[in-house]
């Protein structure tokens, strides 16, 4: 059974900083590329950052230096460091994992963590 279970969200006044966790279990974590997304209230989910099997990472602009994602293989972890915070980052977060293997797409999403940023 797949899991990726996030954890590390919270209160966090503007321009703080926290960090999210991403624990994947029942996958062969290595070869899948990670990502963290978004979802704010009455908006639709969208993409904030990923790392691929090979360790390259592409963000989000609104977040672009200030977000940084990286993976642990050994932990079977995906991290996002969430720094100077800005009230238009609250959302839930959720973690997403996915390789394609001969044109079949393997997908699994987290159950998500909320980011509330306010003063």
């Known amino acids: 059974q797949v899991q990726l279970v996030e954890s590390g969200g919270g209160l966090v006044q503007p321009g703080g900083s926290l960090r999210l966790s991403c624990a994947a279990s029942?996958?062969?974590?290595?070869?899948?590329?990670m990502s963290w997304y978004r979802q704010a209230p009455g908006k639709q989910r969208e993409l904030v950052a990923i790392?691929?099997?090979?360790?390259?990472?592409n963000y989000q602009d609104s977040v672009k230096g200030r977000f940084i994602i990286s993976r642990d293989n050994a932990n079977n972890t995906v991290y996002l460091q969430m720094n100077s915070l800005k009230p238009e980052d609250t959302a839930v977060f959720y973690c997403y994992a996915r390789r394609v293997v001969a044109a079949t797409e393997l997908k699994y999403w987290g159950q998500g963590t909320q980011v509330t940023v306010s003063s």
């Open positions: 029942g996958i062969f974590f290595s070869i899948y590329h």
């Open positions: 790392v691929t099997t090979g360790g390259s990472t």
